[in-house]
């Protein structure tokens, strides 16, 4: 049995502060808990607490050895395409181009983005594709 019991919170190196926390708050609705001007921000959904550092240099990538992808669940496809609208309104950039089905017909429908500062962030639902309605797109592994 592991001696660990779950995730406290995920920190994350941002390169703009301000743009990252709005990026949470204004287009994902995160509530947030605490916020230093310049240093640090912490942002919360209710479920999963997000910690915002102000100390990257440079953009993420996942092309190098550390975070990969954050992965958030949301409570449906009508919110997937809420926020992919918000998200193509306010120019943050889309993976795959949009909403997609994870690798195979009829599997998990997702959104893949990337924060202000590149981090990847995939945005994903219980519901499935039954009808095969969605295209399907790379998926987690895949760069695009």
Known sequence: MALTKGVNHVGLSVTDLEASKAFFTDILEFETV???EGH?????DQGTMIT????AEQEASVNVAGLHHLALSV???AVLRQLEERMKERGIRLQFGGIG???QEGGTIALFCYDPSGIRIELTTPQRDMKKEIPIIGGCGAIE
Request: hydrophobic content about 40%; aromatic content about 16%.
């Open 34 to 36: 605490e916020y230093a």
């Open 40 to 44: 640090h921000a912490y942002v919360t």
């Open 52 to 55: 915002l550092w102000q100390t």
């Open 75 to 77: 409570e449906s496809v």
């Open 101 to 103: 089905v994870k690798g």
